[in-house]
T-cell receptor, first 112, second 116 residues
């Protein structure tokens, strides 16, 4: 119940295309859902986060879509660029805690 | 504003030794969390501190411990190191203002620990 399942494991997208990464969870009480981007040798960098009372949040080229009834949320990267090539992690936070449970990561490669 | 800083960045230790890692949060941030990242297990939560108190703890053995100081800086200690403790240890800080609301966590660059 504390797991967050992330897919796909890896993704190859052409420059200018849309990258879509999906996450699913079982614990309906999770109350905070951030996405992180990590480059090799660096710590994860926060991209965007959403709370369950919102169905969509957009920041620049990054959009989170949240489906509470399906217990799924996804990250869309519009107009993907080679510089977006990195590993992306979704996460969810159990209620009453400040910890994150992370997905297994998606390695994105954007071809020039 | 300076980001989260972690020292040292790289560390090599021998099995059985103990190690202490340090984390300085973003100025004004009062919550500090620690995570272990490995290729096999991914990112796993270790513990979280706020106002020098551990509020949450992950599923790690008692060899893993931490503390937070009055200036919000935090240290993590691993005793009796095992080969499987080789990992990237990440610290994250968050602005907590005493409410139940959750705020973003910002990660440092991590400390790469290698146990031989």
């Amino acid at each position: 119940q504390q797991q967050v399942k992330q897919s796909p494991q890896s993704l190859i997208v052409q420059k200018g295309g849309i990258s879509i990464i999906n996450c699913a969870y079982e614990n309906t009480a999770f109350d905070y859902f951030p996405w992180y981007q990590q480059f090799p040798g660096k710590g994860p960098a926060l991209l965007i986060a959403i709370r369950p009372d919102v169905s969509e949040k957009k920041e620049g080229r990054f959009t989170i879509s949240f489906n509470k009834s399906a217990k799924q949320f996804s990250l869309h990267i519009m107009d993907s660029q080679p510089g977006d090539s990195a590993t992306y992690f979704c996460a969810a936070s159990p209620p009453g805690t400040y910890k994150y449970i992370f997905g297994t990561g998606t390695r994105l490669k954007v071809l020039a | 504003k300076a980001g989260v800083t972690q020292t040292p960045r790289y560390l090599i230790k021998t099995r059985g030794q103990q190690v202490t890692l340090s984390c300085s949060p973003i100025s004004g941030h009062r919550s500090v969390s620690w995570y272990q990242q490995t290729p096999g297990q991914g990112l796993q939560f270790l513990f979280e501190y706020f106002s020098e108190t551990q509020r949450n703890k992950g599923n790690f053995p008692g060899r893993f411990s931490g503390r937070q100081f009055s200036n919000s800086r935090s240290e993590m200690n691993v005793s009796t190191l095992e080969l499987g403790d080789s990992a990237l240890y990440l610290c994250a800080s968050s602005l907590i203002q005493g409410s139940h609301l959750k705020y973003e966590q910002y990660f440092g660059p991590g400390t790469r620990l290698t146990v031989t």
